[in-house]
Structures are given as C-alpha cells and as structure tokens.
C-alpha cells in the first residue's frame, strides 16, 4: 500500500493505474485514502475493518471533496465505529430502503437487552403496526400515523399514545443507527389527554371480585396469580415470572433481584399470611410432581418464557363474572397501596412497599379516597367549636363543668 501526505497537489498528480484502480493511504489520517481508476476518477474512502469485516466506506469524489474535507469526514466515521456503529451497513441499509419488519427486527432485538417492558412493545407492534411490515420506512407518512393513531384511540387512547410512542423510537433509531435520512412522521401527531388513574376496589366491590376469584369457573393458576398480584402489590411482570428461589416462605419475604425491578434496585416484598398460605400450597403442588415436570416458577406456562405471559383472557373472564368497569390488571397493585394508605400507613411506608424511587408517585394514593380527608376535616372542624365554645369540651358534663 502506498502512504503519502495528502495535499491537492499530490493528489492531482497520482499516477493512473495499469489496472482497474488502485488506493493510496495518507500519511496523516489513518484509514483514509484515495482511490484512483483507470479512467482518472478519484475519490476519497475510509477503509478499514469493521468488527473484524475490512469495510470501504464512500466519502466523496476529489477535488469536489476538499483533503480537510475528508479528514474531517474521515474523522467522524472513526467516531462512528468506535460506538460500535457500522457506516457501511447503515448506507447499505438506506440504499437498500429499510422496511418497518426490518428496523422492529433489530429494534426488539436490543430492546430485549436493555427493556423489560420488551414484550409489551412486541404484542403492540404484532397487533397495531405489523400491518406496515413490508412498507418502506419512507413510505410511511403523518397522515397515515395520525390515522392509524385516531383508529386505536377511539377505544382505547392510551394504547394510542403508547402505540405511537413506540413507533417514534423506532425512527429515531433508524435516524441514528441505520442511515435514515427522511422526516420521523410521528412529529407532529397529537397525542390524546391522560388522566391519572385512581381506580381501586371498593370494600362492596372487593367481595364481588373475590366471589368471581373463587369460582369454580376460574382456574386455579389463574386464581392464586391474581390473589398474590392482589396481596402483594407487586407489578404484573414480577407476579408472572416470580420463582421459587426468590422466595423464604417461613420468613414471609419476596426478594425481587435488580435485573428483574423497574428501578433497577433489589425489593423485599413483605408477604401477608394469607399470600403464604397460597404459594405453600403451590409449593406442595409442584413438588408432588415428577422432578422432570417441576417447575422453577411459581406460575408456570407451557410457552417459550416457561411462566404465564398473556392471563388478559381469564382477567376479561373473572371481572366480567364479578360485574366490575373500568377494572385494569394493574388496578390490583393500586388497590393494596390505596387499602395502605386508608388504613394509616405513611406515604413512605406505602412508596417502600411498592419500591417507588419518587415520592410523587405514591402521593397519588393520599387522595384516593375522601374518608381520610373527611376525618380529619371533622376532627379540626371538632377542635375549632370546641375551642370557641360552640361545642362542649371533651369529657364535659353537659354543662356542668
């Protein structure tokens, strides 16, 4: 290979090859080098090896493209690399016109690394997006997001919202990762009005769902991994994939490791007697089993994650039988930080159950329920009158002190 100090001269004057072309290397700038036909085309490339594949990665044409021009240029490809992304490919990629199904393809691939909400983008890409596998992401416009936005938001707004969410992200990676150039068509769409959800089961409610839990028409499994979703408050993916070595059942305690938490810290789940009673009689269940059919999860299912993922069917199933709207799945975690908090625990106390790192996240349940507030309006309402002599003094003798 021939290395020479790159200037305008030196670069006007390369000889032309015998052959087809040949590269000549700068002595400056590593990887950068110039290619010169037969034909006397030259044109600026850097080459070099790309998680261990020898790539040539197009600059641009000499003399359009100045020699500082290309260091500079040659400069920000090496940056690329360095981050682990591949310039070529993502030119590849781009010429070739991305489809939707090929950026979700790579897209859930590291979000399976790096998210554990990654089956929720799954099942919402397979139910509302997959209709566009085969479109070319340049294909894809506002209209027909804003569109498809409206359509799913008719019944259900906040799938809406997240559905385009997801949608977005997945733009953006491409911008970033895979050499899409055009305009993210989720800019721009309007997203529909979230309100907070304070929804949790009301005492006349509670024995309407726990008469459904129970009847013979619910399956068991379905019937304990509602009841520990319920007495636990834990997140539904953590009730789901709740294994037996997390459990110390004769301490009554749920170890939820880091990898496995929202906030990425370890939670130590307290466990009420009768949640116990429960996962002992599963325990007992899975042990009488043949060691080959054992199960490592509380929960087991017969798909590729070896515990229940989908249970939306026996949830629509069990609150259909009990009479309940407006009754979501994860309602139950909010129903025993809102029984919590009712009952006399403190914000802190109620946020360390369900491991919430902001304090703001737990206020919700301070104003779940008027009945604390009515209690204490009374009782300083109590105080002031007696205080003014409006009311007699508590422990007064009608009068006769």
């Known amino acids: ?77 090496r940056g690329d690399i360095a981050k682990g992304i591949n310039p070529a490919e993502r030119k590849r990629t781009a010429r070739a016109g991305m489809t939707l199904g090929e950026l979700f393809e790579r897209y859930i691939e590291r ?20 209709v566009w596998k085969g479109r070319k992401l340049s294909q894809i416009s506002r209209e027909d997001v804003a569109k498809l936005h409206t359509k799913i938001g008719r019944d259900a707004p906040y799938e809406a919202n997240r559905t385009l969410a997801l949608l977005s992200a997945m733009f953006n990676k491409a911008a970033k990762n895979y050499g899409f150039e055009g305009v993210n068509p989720c800019r721009g769409v309007d997203r529909f009005g979230e309100e907070k959800r304070d929804r949790f089961l009301l005492p006349d409610e509670l024995k309407r769902f726990f008469g459904a839990l129970n ?31 997390e459990l110390d059942l004769s301490r009554a305690e749920w170890r939820i490791p880091a990898s496995k938490s929202k906030n990425r810290k370890a939670m130590l789940i307290c466990l009420p007697p009768r949640a116990v009673e429960i996962l002992r009689e599963r325990h007992k269940d899975n042990e009488e089993k043949p060691k080959a059919k054992r199960s490592e999860f509380v929960f087991p299912s017969y798909g590729a994650s070896g515990h229940v993922v989908d249970a939306r069917q026996a949830w629509a199933d069990i609150i259909g039988r009990a009479k309940l709207k407006n009754l979501r799945m994860h309602d139950l975690r909010r129903t025993l930080a809102s029984w919590a908090a009712m009952t006399g625990a403190s914000l802190h106390v109620v946020g360390k159950a369900l491991g919430h790192r902001d ?30 002599g409006v009311l007699p003094a508590q422990g007064a003798d009608n009068g006769k002190a």
């Open 1 to 77: 290979m021939a290395h020479v100090r790159f200037t305008k001269s030196t670069l006007e004057r390369y000889p032309i090859p015998a052959g087809n072309r040949v590269f000549v290397y700068d002595r400056q700038t590593p990887s950068l080098a110039l290619m010169v036909t037969r034909t006397g085309h030259r044109s600026f490339y850097l080459c070099q090896r790309v998680n261990g594949r020898p790539e040539k990665i197009h600059i641009g044409p000499f003399p359009e493209w100045t020699v500082e021009q290309a260091r500079r240029r040659a400069a920000e490809l």
């Open 111 to 130: 979000a399976k690394l790096e998210h554990r909400t990654w089956a929720e983008h799954q099942r919402r890409y397979d139910t509302h997006l997959s």
């Open 215 to 245: 009847a013979d028409a619910t399956e068991p499994l379905m019937r304990d991994f509602y009841s520990i979703a319920l007495l636990t408050g834990a997140r539904r993916g953590n009730v789901q994939a709740m294994r037996w070595d």
């Open 359 to 388: 304090p703001n996240t737990t206020a919700v349940y301070a104003r779940l329920t008027n009945e604390p507030v009515r209690e204490a309006v009374n009782t300083a309402a109590t105080a002031m009158l007696t205080a003014g």
